[in-house]
């Protein structure tokens, strides 16, 4: 069964740290586009950032731009997004999907899609 798991999320500090993972099962990530997204109480899901199948090259929101860094381990078929100098605004469920051999993350055409982890960042 193809899956994508997230995991890593809970309650943090402003100012503090988090790592998230997405574990793929039934499938290899390397051909693969991974994007974490994100959907916060009464708000649309919104793209956080973006790992592309080859090269490795990424993109990020700007409102997580030098805060935040998406990056994969092939060999443990597990993409990462670090999480740092969290704000209350950064608050979420963080969804990681797979989209086959992509440059890009469209929030609509992504292949694969986790169930998500919840991420609170409050004092």
């Known amino acids: 069964q193809l899956q994508l798991v997230e995991s890593g999320g809970g309650l943090v500090q402003p100012g503090g740290s988090l790592r998230l993972s997405c574990a793929a099962s039934?499938?290899?990530?390397?051909?693969?586009?991974i994007g974490w997204f994100r959907q916060a109480p009464g708000k649309e899901r919104e793209g956080v950032s973006c790992?592309?199948?080859?090269?490795?090259?990424?993109n990020y929101a700007g409102s997580v731009k030098g805060r935040f860094a998406i990056s994969r381990d092939n060999a443990k078929n597990t993409v990462y997004l670090q999480m740092n100098s969290l704000k209350p605004e950064d608050t979420a469920v963080y969804y990681c999907a797979a989209k086959r051999f992509s440059s890009y993350c469209p929030e609509n055409g992504m292949d694969y899609w986790g169930k998500g982890t919840l991420v609170t960042v409050s004092s």
């Open positions: 790992i592309r199948s080859s090269g490795g090259s990424t």
């Open positions: 039934g499938f290899t990530l390397d051909y693969y586009a």
